[in-house]
């Protein structure tokens, strides 16, 4: 598959794979790296589950703030993190824009004859805004923290196995399916020449997208009997990598203590 | 000898209508090292994940070290590796994935602790434990893999094709650590080249996914009517010795083949 519809969706799929790989951050030193992961999956996680309650633009900026210094603080690359925080809220925003021609208010300005409104606006900012922060705040989780910490973190925190069950079989398929659709591109190109029409590459497209969904179906199958050879009939166990809670940790869940019960303060009064 | 693997009338057909093995029977003993071979097509994988317990056979049952025939419960004691190492490889890192079935299966932390690290040193992964699997080059993969399956230390290896991509120094290696194996181990190859330096019985699927032949090494690798009959060719020295050794007395590995040379035999 070459020409325009081909490359773009070669490099879409090269970022997104890019986004949902995160070990290298993960084996780098820092300052989330270094916590207990029960600690910082339960401050982290709060922190995003107080962002996405609060309805302040100040605050949710405050949050953002918080999050970009955990990054600094954790070797994050700001991209890495931007890249995997926007897939999420472009496609939410296109969900909510309706809402700034919807929402009553001042018209800021007119499109084909819709009105845009201020409020309608503030809500759409807002409402991706938050959950940017809210998906780069789970985001920092997974690069900062091996995944296998992660599930035992969880299953030690004592969150029901099924759930356990479904986020990791979740996450292991993400990479699947990216796997398989890079490798599917690569098969079609190295077998396509020459520039293709904008025409060709759709029809191309259409039977990629085919192909793509048996080939997804029938790798899932065998990677689950891959897991099942090595005990993944039972629940998720991996070891634990948590060790004595220190003054770090301890720091960590204060501040986003204060951050969750101050945006619940600002939400709803005291 | 004890059977650890007990197979009755095993018989697979894929949903598309793929009659992939039929009536299959046989047994596995304890510290038994025996080579499935046949033509690529012929139905070893099928059988493989068949003694897996990892499809449910169309007819037939799998008896497993005379306890039970559910694969779960033993799964422990059983080492299957898949042939496609990105079938095998799910985790986020090498080490997390060499870890998954210690960990998956009950095994304490310092044991698996110590028999990744052996792993590693001797397979070639120290420097690629905490990159992610599928950004590995072939060959690295199925070291991985292998280093996977043999982590928890099962009694049963069932091991589909460990060697394809991977180089000389390497495929030596996992040649000893599967011959030094102390359970029983079963390759499933297309190849007979490397089973009489491996195996000592020659389990034959013929291309309708039947038993062509079962038998010791020697006896099977030499029967080459047999062999052609199922496209397979008898391993390097048997071919290289065809009309100067007899059958009973050809070397069978290039050790072998060497030594007999040096002393002058044939
Ligand atoms: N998922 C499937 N659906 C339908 N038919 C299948 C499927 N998997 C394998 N087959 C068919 O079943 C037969 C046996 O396949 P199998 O993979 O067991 O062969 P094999 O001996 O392992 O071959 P190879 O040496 O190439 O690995 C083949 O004819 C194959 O085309
Ligand atoms: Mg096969």
Redesign the pocket.
């Known amino acids: 598959m070459t020409g325009v519809v081909g490359r773009s969706v070669e490099s879409i799929t090269a970022a997104l794979r890019a986004v949902f790989t995160a070990e290298q951050v993960a084996a780098t030193d820092g300052f989330l790296q270094r916590r207990d992961p029960r600690v910082t999956l339960v401050a982290v996680a709060g922190l995003a589950l107080a962002v996405m309650i609060t309805r302040t633009l100040a605050v949710t900026v405050g949050f953002a703030g918080l999050t970009l210094a955990l990054a600094w603080l954790s070797a994050v690359p700001l991209r890495r993190l931007l890249a995997r925080a926007a897939v999420v809220p472009l496609v939410s925003a296109l969900i909510v824009l309706p809402q700034a021609v919807l929402l009553p208010g001042e018209v800021v300005a007119s499109v084909f004859g819709l009105a845009i409104t201020d409020a309608g606006v503030a809500y759409v900012v807002l409402f991706t805004l938050r959950v940017g922060v809210g998906v780069a705040l789970l985001s920092l989780i997974v690069l900062t923290t091996p995944f296998s910490a992660v599930v035992a973190a969880l299953r030690q925190l004592r969150v029901p196995v099924a759930l356990v069950w479904v986020i990791a079989i979740t996450y292991r398929y993400l990479f699947l399916f990216f796997d398989e659709l890079q490798r599917l591109i690569l098969a079609r190109n190295s077998r396509t020449k020459g520039e293709a029409t904008l025409r060709g590459g759709w029809r191309d497209g259409r039977r990629v997208a085919g192909t793509f969904l048996l080939r997804t179906l029938?790798r899932g199958e065998r990677v689950g009997r891959g897991m099942r050879a090595r005990g993944g009939a039972r629940p998720p166990s991996p070891y634990r990598r948590s060790r004595s809670v220190d003054a770090g940790d301890y720091a960590l869940l204060v501040v986003a203590a204060v951050a969750v019960v101050g945006s619940g303060v600002i939400r709803w009064g005291l | 000898m004890e059977p650890v693997i007990n197979a009755h009338g095993l018989t697979h057909e894929?949903?598309?209508g793929?009659?992939?093995?039929s009536e299959v029977s046989l047994t596995i003993s304890e510290g038994e090292r025996v080579a499935v071979v046949?033509?690529?097509?012929?139905?070893?994988?099928?059988?493989?994940?068949a003694l897996g317990g990892l499809i449910e056979p169309t007819a037939g049952s799998v008896d497993y070290f005379g306890e039970t025939t559910d694969a779960e419960a033993v799964r422990e004691r059983l080492g299957v590796l898949l042939?496609d190492p990105d079938d095998y490889l799910f985790n986020t890192t090498v080490r997390e994935d060499i870890e998954y079935g210690p960990a998956q299966l009950g095994q304490s932390r310092e044991t698996a602790a110590r028999r990744v690290e052996a792993l590693a040193d001797d397979l070639g992964l120290n420097g690629l434990l905490d990159r992610p699997p599928f950004r590995l080059s072939g060959g690295e993969k199925q070291r991985a893999a292998v280093a996977s399956v043999l982590a928890f230390d099962p009694d049963v290896l069932l091991l589909?094709?460990p060697f394809g991509a991977v180089d000389a120094t390497y495929r030596e290696r996992i040649q000893r650590r599967i011959v030094d194996h102390d359970g029983a181990v079963v390759l499933?190859?297309?190849s007979l080249d490397l089973v009489p330096a491996i195996a000592d019985r020659v389990i034959l699927?013929g291309q309708n996914?039947t038993i062509a032949a079962d038998g010791a090494v020697r006896e099977v690798v030499t029967d080459r009517s047999l062999l052609a009959e199922q496209g397979l060719r008898p391993p390097p020295t048997v071919r290289l010795f065809e009309g100067i050794a007899p059958d009973d007395e050809v070397p069978l590995t290039i050790a072998a083949a060497r030594q007999s040379l040096l002393n002058g035999e044939f």
């Open positions: 029938d | 894929y949903p598309d793929t009659t992939a093995i046949g033509a690529n097509g012929s139905g070893k994988t099928t059988l493989q994940l042939q589909d094709e499933f190859t297309p699927v996914g």
